[in-house]
């Protein structure tokens, strides 16, 4: 089981450098890290008394590595969460903010624990996740790991501009889906006939 701080590494290299896209919501990011997050922080890099697209560009690694540790791993309680589902709800709340624990509620009132879904992470949600994970560790992270895809799925099906996201030029799995499965047994993962037959619709 990798650490919190190897954890923390991997999102990093899996959000990749400076982009400014217009489609993503987020606007400038560096490392996972946006320009809303960056002001909301006072991440002021070059320090002239504001937080822009200059910031975001002289973000560091490590930088984004504190912030993630500190802001989405610590902060919200991910670390009071079932081993076997921190790494991915970590990952999904870098992504997704409260959303990541508001899809692990839902997934568990799903599965009869009584939880409010509220996306705050507290001992009422703690208790729910390790009642679930005691029946069945694996069977959980892998149904959360669907579950994050499938919010993937829904996101890019009500907003066409995020579709590419989902599925890359070619027709294939985009990174959204492919993130999502990194945290899914293979054996849950989508074939590339099953994952057409999903998008089929986007045109």
Request: hydrophobic residues 40%; aromatic residues 8%; proline residues 4%.
């Amino acid at each position: 089981m990798l650490n919190v701080q190897q954890i923390a590494r991997e999102i990093v290299a899996r959000e990749g450098g400076f982009v400014d896209d217009p489609d993503d919501p987020g606007g400038a990011t560096k490392f996972g890290v946006t320009i809303h997050t960056a002001r909301r922080l006072g991440l002021d890099k070059d320090r002239d008394g504001d937080v822009d697209a200059a910031d975001i560009r002289a973000l560091t690694r490590e930088d984004a590595e504190r912030v993630f540790l500190k802001h989405y791993y610590e902060a919200p309680g991910i670390s009071g969460l079932p081993e076997v589902l921190q790494a991915s709800v970590f990952d999904m709340y870098v992504n997704a903010g409260g959303n990541a624990v508001k899809i692990l509620q839902r997934l568990l009132v799903q599965m009869g624990q009584q939880v409010t879904v509220d996306g705050q992470i507290g001992p009422q949600t703690i208790a729910a996740c390790e009642a679930a994970a005691g029946l069945a560790p694996h069977h959980l992270a892998d149904a959360y790991g669907v579950a994050r895809r499938n919010y993937y799925f829904r996101l890019a099906d009500l907003r066409p501009k995020s579709r590419k996201y989902a599925r890359t030029r070619a027709g294939h799995k985009g990174g959204w889906i492919k993130r999502a499965e990194e945290f899914i047994s293979p054996r849950y993962h989508l074939s590339a006939e099953e994952f057409q037959k999903r998008v089929a619709s986007w045109g």
